[in-house]
């Protein structure tokens, strides 16, 4: 469960806390709560700042007495020419069936909500299809085709199925009415594409499901900081754009239910002797480690003697142009690696209501499918008591496409944020065996979210002191290799190994899995907003990946991106680089973050400095060592995991009172007669 820090830290802001330029997060449970730059709520404006504004918005006017047909029901023939009995799967134990509640409002009030007057819609021709949608064929679409056409869950009787095998949740001295999610560890769901868009649509206008209090329709109608919903700002705008590409979709012509979509649960933790006897067998070299300098100051020539990240999924940003990295869909099958927190896209619920937060916040936007799937899958409450209501970690999900563009790990096109016309509907789809049958999915972007578990080791509040030592890689709690440390190396490197490994998921998508994934893209994974030591938990996902990759059958390229100015805790991975290197990227990370304070989030406490001009960056120049991650490859891409792991265990001893002089690839090639061969 989330830790009771950031319970605290993530709390719904209060009207009150609206104004200024750094709300704080929390101070209204009397609480030291962080001071945030960037505040996730009224987070709708495009083109400007996404605090909320001084005078609150209206509220969403809901319709009580609205209720639209049931969807007629399909003979069993025409149901089968349109595909649609290849939706809903699972392996959990049970499923159960839920009822749809009438709806609330109009789909044209549903429109309005999210599109007031026609404002933040563009028509958008995709050219997959060559379809063409308007507001107006949009809501006309979603209404005579989608909610009163052919039923995508006619074969269940016209309701909705969700797994249910789990048990309620329970925590140290607590029990709650409602599981975590819906999925045990090791089960996993199957959707159509129809389905799913089913699911958002009747979500949208209203419709709940009886005795299931999904998350998906309590988001939507969820208010924050009474100004905004989600569905009446940047996640209406997703979502509605979803509904556009599945109105433009040739998949789903005539009632067809087009490709599935999988969302898919690790399995338990596996024992650490288990993962260390792996590492004593396995080389680094497994890992087949790529990297993509991303306008880190080296002029793209990427690292030398570390192969580059193939060009079509590392081209830098321009003046007004995102770059594209491993967040877009460019290289077919790479997967985006999400920072999450114990469930998927971060702290949002109650929270936001569009762009803003850190990368698990915003991708949720950007990839509407997964966060319709995110909150579908739970109904973890009541609020006040106990949730979210979001999927739990670690956690994929393959099928979802990027639908938006304005998307780069620095997030400063997000002003952007229109439909992506070259979005493939048909151009990424692939072939895969699921239950005995064959199905398509897209191969665009697979998506997996996972958690490092280093999450308040700083403990709370988080003192200005500690997180400036944080940022500069000085914290010596960011260097605890013990064995029985909560947040220790080891515990790293197993979450890593957790999340990636293909035999912690169902043997049944297994080898949907390898068909899909091709390899996967990260970035400061461990060193974003839990500031962890970006040298350390580069370490930890090398030797955590190279273990990983080794189930999967094929190759699994560990595809590594630098960043100067990533959304979160940006300029620390400058300190990947020896020190020349080092000092350009940081002096990059300074350039580059003027005029964009939307993209960060940040507590107040992390900023060098907070006033004008402000400063995002981590560090300075002072902070760089001698040695980077491309000197640190190169001593040890021959060698074992296991070697790597015992020298960082034997080198990386600090005392917790005194903060850490020379960085992590400095003593550790100090100390390794590997540097020299």
């Known amino acids: 469960m989330r830790a009771e820090a950031n319970e605290a830290r993530y709390r719904p802001l209060q009207p009150s806390l609206l104004s200024g330029s750094a709300p704080r997060l929390g101070a209204a449970a009397g609480l030291a709560g962080s001071c945030c730059v960037l505040a996730l709520v009224a987070l709708s404006a495009r083109g400007g700042s996404h605090l909320a504004s001084a005078s609150p918005r209206p509220k969403l006017r809901l319709m009580q007495d609205f209720a639209v047909d049931r969807p007629r029901e399909a003979t069993a023939a025409a149901m089968e020419g349109a595909g649609a009995f290849g939706g809903y799967m699972t392996n959990a134990k049970k499923t159960k069936y839920l009822t749809w509640?009438?709806?609330?409002?109009?789909?044209?009030?549903?429109?309005?909500?999210?599109?007031?007057?026609?404002?933040?819609?563009?028509?958008?021709?995709?050219?997959?299809?060559?379809?063409?949608?308007?507001?107006?064929?949009?809501?006309?679409?979603?209404?005579?085709?989608?909610?009163?056409?052919?039923?995508?869950?006619?074969?269940?009787?016209?309701?909705?199925?969700?797994?249910?095998?789990?048990?309620?949740?329970?925590?140290?001295?607590?029990?709650?009415?409602?599981?975590?999610?819906?999925?045990?560890?090791?089960?996993?769901?199957?959707?159509?594409?129809?389905?799913?868009?089913?699911?958002?649509?009747?979500?949208?206008?209203?419709?709940?499901?009886?005795?299931?209090?999904?998350?998906?329709?309590?988001?939507?109608?969820?208010?924050?900081?009474?100004?905004c919903t989600p569905g009446s700002s940047d996640f209406g705008k997703a979502w509605w754009g979803l509904l556009a590409a599945c109105a433009a979709d040739p998949n789903l012509k005539a009632g067809a239910q087009g490709p599935i979509l999988i969302a898919a649960k690790a399995k338990d933790m596996p024992s650490m002797a288990d993962v260390r006897d792996m590492a004593s067998a396995t080389l680094l070299s497994e890992a087949q480690l790529r990297s993509c300098s991303f306008d880190d100051g080296s002029n793209n020539e990427g690292a030398e003697g570390i192969s580059q990240v193939p060009e079509a999924a590392c081209k830098q940003p321009s003046a007004g142009a995102p770059g594209t990295d491993f967040h877009g869909g460019a290289l077919q099958g790479q997967a985006i690696q999400d920072i999450s927190a114990d469930f998927l896209g971060g702290y949002i619920y109650g929270n936001a209501c569009g762009l803003g937060g850190g990368q698990d916040e915003r991708l949720m936007v950007y990839y509407p499918e997964i966060s319709a799937l995110t909150f579908f899958l739970s109904e973890a409450g009541p609020d006040g008591k106990y949730g979210p209501p979001q999927l739990r970690e670690p956690a994929w999900i393959l099928g979802a496409r990027r639908l938006r563009n304005g998307l780069d790990g620095t997030c400063f096109q997000e002003n952007l944020f229109t439909l992506d016309p070259a979005v493939p509907l048909t151009s990424d789809l692939v072939d895969v065996q699921l239950n005995g049958a064959q199905y398509q999915i897209s191969g665009s972007k697979p998506f997996v979210a996972f958690k490092t578990i280093n999450q308040g080791f700083l403990g709370w509040p988080e003192s200005k002191h500690d997180l400036g030592l944080a940022r500069a890689n000085k914290e010596p709690r960011?260097?605890?290799?013990?064995?029985?440390?909560?947040?220790?190396?080891?515990?790293?490197?197993?979450?890593?190994?957790?999340?990636?490994?293909?035999?912690?998921?169902?043997?049944?998508?297994?080898?949907?899995?390898?068909?899909?994934?091709?390899?996967?893209?990260?970035?400061?994974?461990?060193?974003?907003?839990?500031?962890?030591?970006?040298?350390?938990?580069?370490?930890?996902?090398?030797?955590?990946?190279?273990?990983?990759?080794?189930?999967?059958?094929?190759?699994?390229?560990?595809?590594?991106?630098?960043?100067?100015?990533?959304?979160?805790?940006?300029?620390?991975?400058?300190?990947?680089?020896?020190?020349?290197?080092?000092?350009?990227?940081?002096?990059?990370?300074?350039?580059?973050?003027?005029?964009?304070?939307?993209?960060?989030?940040?507590?107040?406490?992390?900023?060098?400095?907070?006033?004008?001009?402000?400063?995002?960056?981590?560090?300075?120049?002072?902070?760089?060592?001698?040695?980077?991650?491309?000197?640190?490859?190169?001593?040890?891409?021959?060698?074992?995991?296991?070697?790597?792991?015992?020298?960082?265990?034997?080198?990386?001893?600090?005392?917790?009172?005194?903060?850490?002089?020379?960085?992590?690839?400095?003593?550790?090639?100090?100390?390794s007669s590997r540097l020299k061969q």
């Not at 005795?211 to 969820?222: A, H, P, S, T, W």
């Not at 090398?542 to 190759?555: E, V, Y």
């Not at 590594?560 to 350009?584: I, R, W």
């Open 478 to 671: 960011q260097r605890d290799v013990s064995t029985d440390g909560k947040y220790s190396f080891e515990k790293q490197v197993r979450a890593w190994y957790r999340a990636m490994s293909l035999t912690s998921y169902g043997e049944e998508i297994q080898p949907v899995m390898k068909t899909v994934v091709t390899s996967v893209g990260v970035g400061p994974w461990g060193a974003g907003l839990w500031w962890g030591d970006s040298q350390v938990s580069f370490m930890a996902m090398w030797i955590g990946h190279a273990l990983a990759a080794s189930t999967w059958g094929h190759s699994l390229p560990l595809d590594y991106y630098v960043y100067s100015t990533f959304t979160e805790n940006p300029g620390n991975q400058c300190l990947m680089h020896s020190k020349d290197q080092c000092a350009a990227c940081l002096a990059q990370c300074v350039e580059k973050s003027v005029d964009q304070r939307h993209a960060f989030w940040l507590p107040g406490e992390a900023f060098m400095q907070l006033g004008e001009p402000y400063n995002p960056c981590a560090t300075t120049d002072a902070s760089c060592g001698q040695h980077g991650f491309q000197e640190l490859v190169r001593a040890y891409e021959r060698q074992t995991a296991g070697g790597l792991w015992g020298d960082i265990e034997a080198s990386l001893h600090a005392d917790a009172d005194v903060p850490v002089e020379n960085s992590a690839f400095d003593l550790l090639l100090a100390q």
């Open 101 to 227: 509640t009438p709806a609330t409002r109009t789909v044209r009030a549903a429109v309005d909500a999210a599109f007031p007057g026609g404002e933040g819609w563009s028509d958008t021709t995709f050219n997959d299809g060559g379809v063409t949608v308007t507001l107006d064929s949009l809501a006309a679409w979603v209404k005579d085709e989608l909610l009163d056409g052919l039923d995508p869950f006619a074969t269940h009787g016209g309701k909705v199925p969700v797994p249910d095998a789990t048990e309620n949740a329970v925590e140290p001295g607590k029990q709650f009415d409602t599981p975590e999610d819906q999925l045990n560890p090791g089960e996993w769901v199957s959707y159509s594409r129809r389905q799913l868009c089913f699911i958002v649509a009747k979500s949208l206008i209203g419709s709940s499901t009886e005795g299931y209090d999904n998350g998906l329709q309590r988001f939507i109608f969820k208010e924050v900081g009474g100004q």
